[in-house]
């Protein structure tokens, strides 16, 4: 079965950086479209930052120059590194992928990330940013 492992969620103050991975196993990058969703409390599911079949990436406007989307594809890994937190970006990040022609954008299908259907999700890691 396609799983999507996650790692490196925690806590920091502001202005502290954190770097999240996602390990795909049975599906590989370069049939999929990756992503970084994230849900605060009372907050619909939003997408935060994408990576294509081909590289490309697109980040949500809030995150742009802070957050930095990328993939090893030797390790089947995707990665967020994310610099200069900020206390509104605490929330629970997923990692998410879709297969092709399905777009990553679309995949939260719901308020909420875990209930979202379309695709395949991680468990969720929790980040923590303190003022």
């Known amino acids: 079965a396609v799983q999507l492992v996650e790692s490196g969620g925690g806590s920091v103050q502001t202005g502290g950086s954190l770097r999240l991975s996602c390990t795909a196993s049975?599906?590989?990058?370069?049939?999929?479209?990756m992503g970084w969703y994230r849900q605060a409390p009372g907050n619909e599911c939003e997408l935060v930052a994408s990576?294509?079949?081909?590289?490309?990436?697109d980040y949500k406007d809030s995150v742009k120059g802070r957050f930095f989307i990328s993939r090893d594809m030797a390790k089947n890994t995707v990665y967020l590194q994310m610099n200069s937190l900020k206390p509104d970006d605490t929330a629970v990040y997923y990692c998410?992928?879709?297969?092709?022609?399905?777009?990553?954008?679309?995949?939260?299908?719901?308020?909420?990330?875990?209930?979202?259907?379309?695709?395949?999700w991680g468990q969720g890691t929790q980040v923590t940013v303190s003022s």
């Open positions: 998410a992928a879709v297969l092709r022609p399905t777009r990553i954008s679309v995949a939260a299908t719901a308020f909420d990330c875990a209930d979202a259907d379309v695709g395949y």
């Open positions: 049975v599906i590989t990058l370069d049939d999929s479209e």
């Open positions: 990576i294509l079949s081909d590289g490309t990436t």
